[in-house]
């Protein structure tokens, strides 16, 4: 329960609004999460196996794209992996190479989903696992290993017809603004998560009332 209720916590106060970092990261999502019913599907993965989880992965692209070409209850995923990855960030993004393979080679789904990967302790290059961590890394750090699942259809929809001035330049603001707040003001507000969920940093639950 401690995961779904981090990630839901992340998603309201990091990624639809300015209450954790002082911007919402993805000023797009708001209507998409806040929609009724919501149009974010945020699944929790019981899998321990790479083989488990890749067949769960393209389970879970299966209800996006369905195969009949009807449209599905929702239109983006995380998948929250809380069993796999947890220490290990590099073995996270070789598996989501597994997940672009697999895309690739179903025609169907070739071309239509993109996958992003969050991670308690991602960085934006693997080269940088050992060096100080900078605060524009929080920009993809999520409280455990979580692959979002999107609709390409549904990125290129919101670029085109968006009034957010310059939509493709909201990483780059994201990095400038977590840079300039620092990695010790970051990390302090990241790891707040865990205390109002009542969980430990170390993924324990310490409080489940």
């Keep these: ?25 993805c000023p797009f999502a708001n209507k998409t999460v806040n929609s009724v019913p919501s149009k974010l599907r945020i699944s929790l993965s019981s899998s321990i196996s790479e083989d488990d989880l890749l067949a769960e992965v393209k389970s879970e692209i299966g209800m996006l794209i369905p195969a009949d070409s009807s449209q599905p209850p929702h239109e983006t995923t995380l998948l929250v ?23 690739n080679s179903e025609e169907s789904y070739m071309q239509k989903v993109q996958v992003v990967t969050f991670h308690p302790v991602a960085v934006t290059s693997l080269m940088a696992l050992e060096a100080p961590e900078e605060g524009h890394e929080y920009a ?14 549904d990125i290129l929809d919101v670029i085109k017809n968006s009034n957010y001035p310059q939509p493709e330049l909201i990483p780059n603001r994201n990095s400038a603004m977590l840079q300039e707040l620092g990695a010790d003001e970051c990390k302090k507000r990241f790891h707040s998560l865990f205390v109002d969920a009542g969980v430990s940093t170390d993924g324990s639950c310490f409080n489940e009332n």
């Design 81 to 103: 992996v809380p069993q796999m990855f947890e220490r290990n960030y590099h073995d996270m993004i070789k598996f989501s190479w597994k997940i672009m393979e697999a895309i």
């Design 140 to 153: 993809i750090r999520s409280p455990h290993p979580t692959f979002h699942l999107l609709r390409e259809e």
């Design 1 to 25: 329960m401690s995961a779904l209720k981090l990630t839901k916590l992340w998603v309201q106060k990091a990624i639809t609004s300015s209450a954790l970092y002082g911007r919402a990261l």
